[in-house]
């Protein structure tokens, strides 16, 4: 029995070493396939990136003449949606009102200016003009004579020579002396109105066009605002183009506002050495008249 029950143990020792040695084999064989497939996927994506790299390597080729489309791009460019082309065609009539109101006022001001140089560059040909011929004259007559008639020179010296010879009735009450004074200060007067003719407009046109141009800001941001709350977008790209082209008013109101405050300034300057110029002339004259009519 004893035999018997040894045999029987050793069987079962045996049985349950081979049990051992199986679930040991099986597991192995899990752990080695889980390793198998943990190694093998790296490697599949390897070789599957080159497949799928290969279409986009195939379409490059295809996307390099992209370039092409410049002539596009190009014509983008030239149709600027926020050019002063589209600050008109977009415009209200109020907007295009200011336009053409600083236009006038910067075609009127450079107008002006050229008008005024030249006018200035003849007077200082007139001055020589006297300086040369009129003093040089036997008689104050003669010397109005050789000056031309457009000179301011000659109509003062012309001034003065008939307050001589209208020194009678109810102005003879009035001293020889003083009687020529203000018959040439008249005159001079009035040679300080025509050079000073046009500056008013200009230092209008200085103090006034940016404010304009800032009326015509305020009103093309009210109507930008108003069509971008309607259309319910507000990304920068909305805002930016209205708002910009509103801002061009600005800037227009400023760029006819400074040429016209630089050219008012430096023709006050020269108007002021041309008159002071013709003063001289004219206190001149005054004493060669009180002088003339002394004589016996």
């Known amino acids: ?26 597991v192995a064989s899990g752990l080695a396939l889980v390793a198998v497939a943990a190694i093998s996927t ?34 983008k460019a030239a149709d600027n949606p926020y050019g002063l082309e589209a600050l008109w065609q977009g415009s209200d009539v109020v907007a295009k009102a200011v336009l053409l109101i600083l236009a006038i006022m910067s075609m009127g001001s450079w107008y002006i200016l050229a008008v005024k140089m030249l006018e200035q560059r003849k007077m200082g040909a007139h001055a020589k003009d006297a300086a040369n011929k009129f003093w040089n004259a036997g008689t104050v007559a003669q010397g109005a004579e050789v000056l031309d008639k457009s000179s301011p020179y000659q109509f ?19 001293p020889l002396n003083d009687w020529i004074a203000m018959s040439i200060q008249r005159s001079v007067d009035r040679v300080n109105r025509e050079m000073q003719g046009g500056l008013s407009f200009l230092a209008t046109v200085g103090s006034i066009s940016p404010f304009v141009g800032l009326f015509g800001t305020v009103w093309g941001i009210y109507h930008a605002l108003t069509a971008i709350g309607i259309s ?28 016209a405050v630089l050219a008012y300034n430096w023709l006050v ?25 002394a004589k016996p």
């Open 1 to 26: 029995m004893q035999g018997t029950a040894v045999s029987l143990y050793k069987e079962f020792i045996v049985i349950t070493k081979l049990r051992t040695i199986a679930r040991a084999w099986v």
């Open 42 to 75: 790296p490697a599949m994506a390897q070789t599957t990136a080159p497949a799928a790299t290969a279409p986009e390597a195939a379409a490059a080729p295809a996307a390099i003449p992209a370039p092409a489309a410049k002539p596009a791009d190009a014509s």
């Open 156 to 174: 003062i010296a012309a001034s003065g020579l008939e307050a001589t010879k209208k020194h009678s009735g109810l102005m003879g009450h009035i």
């Open 232 to 259: 319910g977008q507000a990304s920068i790209d909305k805002v930016a183009g209205p708002v910009g082209e509103a801002l061009i008013m600005t800037a227009i109101g400023l760029a006819v506002a400074v040429p």
């Open 269 to 293: 300057s020269r108007n002021k050495t041309v008159m002071d110029d013709i003063r001289s002339f004219g206190s001149d004259l005054h004493s060669v008249l009180l002088g003339t009519v």
